[in-house]
């Protein structure tokens, strides 16, 4: 394409050199420069793009930009080279990228949606619903893209960088898509990702506490402000009034046209009746032009939003209502919700919970429907909002009976660091540092009897732990390449039979680790360090009293 082409709608740019010249490709990694490329430098938050000029021109690149400011000491620039200067390089590489793939967005009708939590779950959802009624769909967010129901690929983040977003829309135009549903992070819009596309419909789910960090954004003004671009991107908007942030947005933007859906305050698509049980939510709304039952089987009153959310977009494209229905009554999300089977039918619950608000929301709507106990395995990813990290700690430890910090993702971070992070908001939560731990810890929480664990391996101290959240730190393996000893420290509720409770501990602990291992457990010593009160338990009766009263 031509190079002039390629900077249609770039303003105050400087440049120096040749602009007659046919570009072959545009790319801001200079490892992926071949010959004929444009080259545009981002300066990143830990790696600055200026600093790898000469290696793209190395690799054949023809034309550079930079942002206004750089140093260009450093770069040796040939003289059939073309040096082009912007005031944004972020901005010009998204609108660069549209030119280049010739605006595909303009060739179909995009829907984006932003919020806090339930951009994954809404997407699919409005996927669904396009395609039960018949419609070519593309799907870009943090779980995969698809193409007409094919995976095409995993995602790396939520929303990509703009030079593959606007290649994967000529790819899905290429493909016959007719609607394209993408969710929009914060960071995408605030980094000029999404620049120069073009929206038809927007939603907005919710507003609450995340991304707050260094590397993302200093306070919860510029995360809102960030997401607020979304709508000044299209005025053809849909939000969730119940959410007092986000119900602003009709007077920030007076001229937009939105459509309003809730629960608890007045709006357009209200739902009503609403039940919710430990597989799915049922409840009454205005689909078309009367009301009716929608279930989805993703359990939480969170999934009731996602779905009025989702029906919010079918009213706008005129979908008929069966098909919304039945879209809904179908939809499965990987990693929202999304029950394991297993041969022991164990509830397994996968839920990609990433916020404290979400967090608390899984956990609470899962101790709600939920007889026995609940394990809570979770982590937190390096580089992102720290303040969340105790926060976390903190919400697992409270609702959950049993809780082991993981790692998730620590990037540039320690992992031992993070997990400490999360443990300043309970100090009974302790990482289970091996897969033998957890599946020990695991089989143990199973035990009637076991009133909390007791902590201090370690030079004989002992630390009695309160609360049934300490599973690891009661947890001491010795394993070799083929045997494995195993040392558990124990609080007995009172009235428990000890004997008893440190027998099923022995028979439940061997059986799970060799079984899921492989590997032979030699021992497994319970170690009892105290018997749990009569007025512990009085106390603990009266506490959940309370619980279930506020509940």
């Given at each position: 394409?031509?190079?002039?082409?390629?900077?249609?709608?770039?303003?105050?740019?400087?440049?120096?050199?040749?602009?007659?010249?046919?570009?072959?490709?545009?790319?801001?990694?200079?490892?992926?420069?071949?010959?004929?490329?444009?080259?545009?430098?981002?300066?990143?938050?830990s790696?600055?793009?200026?600093d790898?000029i000469?290696?793209?021109i190395?690799?054949?690149?023809?034309?550079?930009?930079?942002q206004?400011?750089?140093d260009?000491?450093?770069?040796?620039?040939?003289?059939?080279?073309?040096?082009?200067?912007?005031k944004?390089?972020?901005?010009?590489?998204?609108?660069?990228?549209?030119n280049?793939?010739?605006?595909?967005?303009?060739k179909?009708?995009?829907?984006?949606?932003t919020?806090?939590?339930?951009?994954?779950?809404?997407?699919?959802?409005?996927?669904?619903?396009?395609?039960?009624?018949?419609?070519k769909v593309?799907?870009?967010?943090?779980?995969?893209?698809?193409?007409?129901?094919?995976?095409?690929?995993?995602?790396?983040r939520?929303?990509?960088?703009?030079?593959?977003?606007?290649?994967?829309?000529?790819?899905?135009?290429?493909?016959?898509?007719?609607?394209?549903v993408?969710?929009?992070?914060?960071?995408s819009?605030?980094?000029?990702?999404?620049?120069?596309?073009?929206f038809?419909?927007?939603?907005?789910?919710?507003?609450?506490?995340?991304?707050?960090?260094?590397?993302?954004?200093?306070?919860?003004?510029d995360?809102?402000?960030?997401?607020?671009?979304?709508?000044?991107?299209?005025?053809?908007?849909?939000i969730?009034?119940?959410d007092?942030?986000?119900?602003?947005?009709?007077?920030?933007?007076?001229?937009?046209?939105?459509?309003?859906?809730?629960?608890?305050?007045?709006?357009?698509?209200?739902?009503?009746?609403?039940?919710?049980?430990?597989?799915?939510?049922?409840?009454?709304?205005?689909?078309?032009?009367?009301?009716?039952?929608?279930?989805?089987?993703?359990?939480?009153?969170?999934?009731?939003?996602?779905?009025l959310?989702?029906?919010?977009v079918a009213?706008?494209l005129?979908?008929?209502?069966?098909?919304?229905?039945e879209?809904?009554?179908?939809?499965?999300?990987?990693?929202r919700?999304?029950?394991?089977?297993?041969?022991?039918?164990?509830?397994?619950?996968?839920?990609y919970?990433?916020s404290?608000?979400s967090?608390?929301?899984?956990?609470?709507?899962?101790?709600?429907?939920t007889?026995?106990r609940?394990?809570?395995v979770?982590?937190?990813?390096?580089d992102?909002?720290?303040?969340k990290?105790?926060?976390?700690?903190?919400?697992s430890?409270?609702?959950a009976?049993?809780?082991?910090?993981?790692?998730?993702?620590?990037?540039?971070?320690?992992p031992?660091?993070?997990?400490?992070?999360?443990?300043e908001?309970n100090?009974?939560?302790?990482?289970?540092?091996?897969?033998?731990?957890?599946?020990a810890?695991?089989?143990?929480?199973?035990?009637?009897?076991?009133?909390?664990?007791?902590?201090g391996?370690?030079?004989?101290?002992?630390?009695?732990?309160?609360?049934?959240?300490?599973?690891?730190?009661?947890?001491?393996?010795?394993?070799?390449?083929?045997?494995?000893?195993?040392?558990?420290n124990?609080?007995?509720e009172?009235?428990?039979?000890?004997?008893?409770?440190?027998?099923?501990?022995?028979?439940?602990?061997?059986?799970s680790?060799?079984?899921?291992?492989g590997?032979?457990?030699?021992?497994?010593?319970?170690?009892v360090?105290?018997?749990?009160?009569?007025?512990?338990?009085?106390?603990?009766?009266?506490?959940?009293?309370?619980i279930e009263?506020?509940?």
């Amino acid at each position: 394409m031509e190079l002039k082409k390629i900077l249609v709608g770039l303003e105050g740019l400087k440049a120096k050199g040749n602009l007659d010249l046919d570009i072959t490709g545009l790319e801001s990694n200079s490892k992926n420069i071949k010959e004929g490329y444009m080259f545009i430098a981002i300066k990143g938050y830990s790696v600055d793009g200026h600093d790898y000029i000469n290696n793209a021109i190395e690799a054949g690149a023809k034309v550079v930009m930079v942002q206004e400011g750089c140093d260009l000491k450093k770069i040796k620039l040939p003289a059939d080279v073309t040096i082009i200067m912007a005031k944004d390089t972020r901005e010009a590489l998204a609108i660069c990228s549209c030119n280049f793939y010739g605006n595909p967005s303009r060739k179909f009708k995009l829907i984006g949606v932003t919020g806090t939590k339930g951009k994954t779950t809404t997407t699919y959802m409005i996927k669904e619903i396009l395609e039960k009624a018949g419609h070519k769909v593309g799907l870009i967010g943090t779980i995969a893209t698809y193409i007409n129901g094919k995976m095409i690929s995993e995602s790396a983040r939520t929303t990509p960088e703009s030079i593959e977003l606007q290649k994967t829309f000529a790819q899905m135009v290429e493909a016959g898509v007719e609607y394209v549903v993408m969710e929009v992070s914060s960071q995408s819009l605030k980094l000029h990702r999404v620049d120069g596309c073009n929206f038809d419909i927007v939603v907005f789910t919710n507003f609450s506490e995340d991304h707050i960090s260094e590397k993302e954004h200093p306070d919860m003004k510029d995360y809102f402000e960030s997401k607020l671009k979304l709508f000044k991107m299209c005025d053809n908007g849909i939000i969730n009034v119940d959410d007092l942030q986000v119900s602003k947005i009709p007077r920030l933007l007076p001229e937009n046209k939105i459509m309003t859906y809730g629960i608890d305050n007045y709006c357009e698509v209200l739902a009503k009746d609403i039940t919710i049980t430990n597989s799915y939510v049922d409840f009454r709304v205005k689909v078309s032009d009367r009301n009716e039952r929608v279930k989805v089987d993703i359990p939480g009153r969170f999934s009731v939003y996602n779905a009025l959310a989702a029906i919010c977009v079918a009213k706008k494209l005129g979908i008929a209502s069966d098909k919304v229905i039945e879209a809904l009554a179908e939809i499965k999300v990987p990693g929202r919700s999304e029950m394991v089977p297993n041969k022991k039918e164990i509830p397994i619950m996968i839920d990609y919970a990433h916020s404290p608000e979400s967090l608390q929301n899984i956990l609470s709507a899962v101790k709600s429907y939920t007889r026995g106990r609940v394990i809570s395995v979770f982590g937190c990813g390096g580089d992102r909002d720290k303040g969340k990290r105790p926060l976390m700690g903190e919400i697992s430890g409270k609702i959950a009976d049993f809780t082991f910090i993981t790692t998730d993702n620590p990037r540039t971070e320690e992992p031992e660091e993070i997990v400490k992070e999360i443990e300043e908001g309970n100090n009974g939560i302790k990482i289970a540092n091996d897969v033998i731990s957890v599946i020990a810890g695991v089989a143990v929480s199973e035990v009637p009897g076991v009133a909390s664990m007791a902590g201090g391996f370690a030079g004989g101290i002992t630390e009695v732990l309160s609360g049934k959240k300490n599973l690891s730190k009661g947890i001491k393996v010795d394993a070799d390449e083929k045997e494995v000893r195993i040392d558990v420290n124990i609080i007995v509720e009172y009235g428990s039979r000890i004997p008893d409770v440190a027998y099923e501990i022995q028979t439940r602990v061997k059986k799970s680790v060799e079984n899921m291992t492989g590997l032979k457990v030699s021992e497994v010593n319970v170690h009892v360090q105290g018997v749990k009160t009569e007025k512990e338990v009085e106390e603990k009766e009266e506490n959940e009293e309370v619980i279930e009263e506020q509940q």
